[in-house]
């Protein structure tokens, strides 16, 4: 997968981009969408972006991107922009304890807003002082595991591991929604194939009955 210029997409995927202020979300969605490493916290609920990628598959997607203000007294406003998300981001602060514990609230808030969306935790501020970590990687990536979640450590500063960590969710969510497509196609063709075969049977039962 690639980034395109390209206007026209199949699909819209919508990502939310959550976690507590500080954790370094708001500078992680600026490092992607503007290539910037300044960003500030957003004031009014929600900051987004669009990305467009052209897939392996031939086809252009549009992923939109929402940056979710981190602020804890808007939590219950908050909820209401992670309707219709197919894909989310959680990011803590491996520097902060207080950080990564709100990282299992905001995964629970996710979940029951809609409880099949495709979640990526993120341990963010990889570039700080290795004596000022406080969430070693191996305890991010077992939460991540136990919750069924893609895991990475990034540095939105220095620009590490962002753009993988990005274009995996992306796949990860494009992967599951075709599938999705295709099974609901199939499920399709077999429903027409199954009521076909009834008309064709009751127009034998009643060409049957007629002729004797």
């Known amino acids: 997968m690639e980034r395109t210029t390209e206007k026209s997409c199949k699909y819209i995927y919508k990502i939310v981009i959550a976690g507590d202020q500080k954790s370094g979300k708001s500078t992680l969605f600026s490092r ?80 029951i807003a809609e ?7 993120i341990g963010n501020k990889i570039d700080k002082d290795p004596s ?19 895991f990475a450590e990034t540095s939105a500063r220095d620009n590490l591991g962002v753009n993988e960590a990005f274009e995996r969710l992306f796949k990860r ?7 999705i497509i295709k099974n609901d196609v199939e499920m399709s063709d077999q429903s027409s194939l199954i009521s076909e075969q009834i008309k064709i049977e009751k127009n034998t039962i009643t060409k049957n009955f007629c002729c004797h």
Not at 115 to 121: H, L, M, N, V, Y
């Open 32 to 111: 992607f969408t503007k290539h910037k490493s300044k960003f500030k916290e957003p004031q009014s609920g929600v900051k987004f972006e669009n990305c467009n990628f052209h897939m392996s598959s031939g086809e252009n997607i549009k992923f939109q991107l929402w940056d979710i203000i981190g602020f804890k007294q808007y939590r219950s406003i908050i909820k209401s922009h992670f309707r219709r998300a197919v894909g989310a981001f959680i990011v803590y602060d491996i520097t902060s304890e207080n950080s990564f514990n709100s990282a299992k609230s905001w995964l629970e808030d996710l979940r």
């Open 173 to 179: 969510v494009y992967d599951v929604k075709v599938e």
């Open 132 to 150: 000022l970590r406080k969430i070693s990687f191996e305890q991010g990536r077992t939460f991540a595991q136990e919750n069924d979640a893609i």
């Open 115 to 121: 409880p099949d969306i495709i979640i990526s935790i």
